[in-house]
């Protein structure tokens, strides 16, 4: 046996050839309100109807306000964005799809509430038309993110048709240090990467630094590997997976779950298992990181300066850090930690878990967001969560320290409901792009772990989360 | 989905590397629930200087002169030139929706993201991937005072530029048949139904805790 992890999911699931790829059995099928009415739609407009109705789940999150939600779909404000929101009701409704609705409890953003609810499960294939599907991956499962088209594809067909990708290994050496997080770990790996440096390769992250974090922050990893262009991100079966999963809502209990459990202790790579390209990290000398430029790739450590445009040798590179300077309003050479601030962030599929929130809610404890800034947000990336932060007095802290507790959502990761960045604005953002006008039109965003992004809302400018611990 | 088969038209060099289908479509357009009315917000960040909402007039916008689209030698283009990594980011199909309305149907570049590699395939939207020495040459040409003109042929997989002799381009021959004849994406896997339904049953035997709450 010589098959890696991302081999033994995809060999699962083969159900057949097509010429133009291999068709590939989709468990299960995670949807919201932005990327699905068009194949709703399609599916009517053909006839169709889903193949097996208990693979979806469905939950509206990218639309959503954070704020006046005990009115439900009428407290949306923006009429256009209400209507995706109604549409995603009247389509699950009217096809039978499992909804948590925005009312729902456990609404939330579909890269939270899937495992959260035992939905996303070890060996199985999970896609949704949302890039972040490969957070899933986190649980020894092949995510993928899909377009629309493939959405309507996957509720006709319950298969997706794709070509095989690469397989690439990330090896995370050692131990990672005080104030240093899964975050600044899959930062510093695009970095190394580039955007595009895993484009048709599936991830598998490895190493005593990836085992020694939690579901929470193997999530986080796993979440950001489309940044660096991977077609997924998975991490191996262990205990720490099986210890999540036990007891949730949709994962097997009693008997199934030990049957399961056989099954799941099997979804490692085999000892010699061949990787297509490997690449390592040195977790011991990692430095909290903080993007600097408009794509995720140009990041930095956190006592490092704005880099000169010149560092790159490749003239492309240095072409798009001279545009991402000019956009982000920096001058070269100037400290990082003296950038000040407009907003802070903590939230998004990368970073809204309750581990996040705690280890943000650490850091601000019986201090004060600086009267600098213009808001400090927290939004809880589900209703579960949000109800957990509050029972431990997660929620009391964030007030008190002067932070707005919101409800659950994308939020401002991509700015499409009212949270978002005006023009020229800064800030730290716990999310996953950093891209032009991503957090609202000529916003400037710095991505940090949710450490760095509290103890910068403290500072009123980039901070070391250390120096707060 | 429209069939590709041959196309004749002008190219815009867009000189960026990784451009990202939030610039391709910012996410404000995302809200639509339908397919269509997203071209005249294609690349809205980048070709006007005012922020961009749904419904604003498009004739009461700030246009961006310094923006290669609105250059008047790249008007009526249909063919665009780009850079490594193109359609990276969110897998939004929104994208390749936004560049066929505004009447792009082919994008040449070093290389594409995933995603958005696949929803071109789904939209009947032609990505060539040509090598990098090959697109710096076109770039050389197309930003020449005469824009450029090329004829696209799916079929022999070739590029006709007149007086240059004719560049060929790789293509899976799964994904260019299916463009050729323009065939629906569903209805071919459909043409494997029993498979889908036996593999299920085996599925459904060997890992009975992943249909448990069906």
Request: negative net charge; glycine residues 8%; hydrophobic residues 40%.
């Amino acid at each position: 046996m010589n098959k890696t992890l991302y081999d033994k999911v995809w060999d699962a699931h083969v159900v057949g050839q097509r010429s133009d790829g291999t068709i590939l059995y989709i468990d299960q099928h995670l949807l919201h309100e932005v990327t699905s009415p068009q194949a709703f739609e399609g599916l009517r407009a053909a006839g169709r109807s889903p193949w097996r109705l208990g693979a979806n789940l469905a939950t509206p999150d990218h639309n959503v306000p954070t704020q006046n939600r005990a009115a439900g779909i009428q407290g949306i404000d923006d009429p256009i964005a209400r209507e995706q929101v109604m549409t995603l009701d009247r389509n699950c409704n009217d096809f039978g799809i499992r909804q948590f609705d925005i009312t729902d409890r456990r609404q939330g953003i579909v890269h939270v509430i899937g495992p959260e609810q035992g939905a996303t499960l070890p060996g199985t294939t999970v896609v949704c038309g949302d890039s972040h599907t490969s957070t899933h991956g986190a649980f020894a499962a092949l995510a993928l993110g899909i377009g629309t088209s493939e959405v309507e594809h996957v509720l006709a067909t319950q298969c997706l048709v794709q070509v095989k990708s690469q397989n690439m290994r990330v090896e995370v050496k050692g131990g990672l240090q005080q104030g240093v997080y899964a975050k600044d770990v899959v930062l510093a790996i695009i970095r190394m990467l580039g955007t595009g440096g895993a484009t048709g390769h599936a991830i598998e992250y490895t190493g005593s630094a990836v085992q020694s974090l939690s579901m929470e922050g193997r999530m986080t990893v796993c979440n950001m590997s489309i940044e660096a262009g991977a077609r997924a991100g998975l991490v191996a079966f262990d205990d720490v997976t099986l210890g999540y999963l036990k007891g949730r809502p949709f994962a097997p209990s009693g008997d199934l779950l030990e049957k399961a459990e056989q099954y799941w202790r099997g979804l490692i790579s085999d000892p010699d298992a061949e990787f297509d390209r490997s690449i390592e990290l040195d977790a011991d000398k990692l430095n909290p990181q903080v993007s600097w430029g408009t794509n995720p790739e140009l990041v930095v450590d956190i006592d490092d300066v704005v880099p000169a445009p010149d560092i790159f040798d490749d003239p492309a590179k240095e072409e798009t850090a001279t545009r991402a300077l000019k956009y982000m309003g920096l001058e070269p050479g100037t400290p990082i930690t003296e950038l000040r601030l407009d907003r802070v962030f903590i939230g998004s599929c990368t970073n809204s878990r309750i581990e996040d929130l705690r280890v943000a809610a650490d850091v601000v404890r019986g201090r004060k967001v600086s009267s600098d800034l213009k808001s400090a947000i927290v939004v809880p990336g589900s209703g579960l969560v949000k109800a957990e932060a509050e029972q431990e007095g997660l929620d009391q802290i964030f007030s008190d320290a002067g932070f707005d507790w919101r409800d659950p959502g994308c939020s401002m990761c991509l700015a499409m409901n009212a949270d978002r960045l005006y023009p020229e604005e800064r800030a730290a953002s716990t999310s996953n792009r950093n891209f032009e006008g991503r957090q609202g039109h000529l916003g400037r965003t710095h991505l940090v772990s949710p450490a760095t992004a509290a103890a910068s809302a403290i500072a009123g400018h980039l901070a070391d989360p250390r120096e707060f611990m | 989905m429209k069939p590709f088969k041959l196309h004749r038209g002008t190219v815009v060099p867009l000189d960026r590397a990784n451009v990202d289908t939030d610039q391709i479509i910012p996410k404000q357009f995302l809200k639509s629930v339908k397919r269509t009315g997203f071209g005249e917000n294609l690349f809205d960040a980048w070709r006007f200087n005012d922020e961009g909402e749904i419904g604003k007039n498009p004739n009461e916008r700030e246009i961006n002169r310094e923006f290669v689209f609105n250059d008047p030698r790249y008007q009526d283009v249909s063919i665009l030139l780009g850079r490594q990594n193109f359609g990276c980011g969110s897998s939004r199909e929104h994208a390749v929706w936004a560049l066929l309305e505004f009447g792009i149907r082919c994008v040449i570049a070093p290389s594409f993201a995933d995603i958005f590699y696949n929803n071109c395939f789904k939209n009947g939207l032609l990505p060539i991937v040509i090598k990098e020495e090959i697109i710096e040459n076109l770039f050389g040409i197309a930003k020449d005072q005469l824009a450029l003109e090329v004829e696209v042929n799916l079929e022999t997989q070739s590029l006709s530029i007149e007086a240059m002799d004719d560049i060929f381009f790789e293509i899976e021959p799964g994904r260019k048949e299916p463009l050729l004849l323009g065939l629906d994406d569903i209805g071919m896997t459909f043409m494997h139904s029993d498979q889908i339904r036996e593999f299920e049953v085996r599925h459904r035997q060997a890992m009975p805790w992943i249909f448990d709450h069906d």
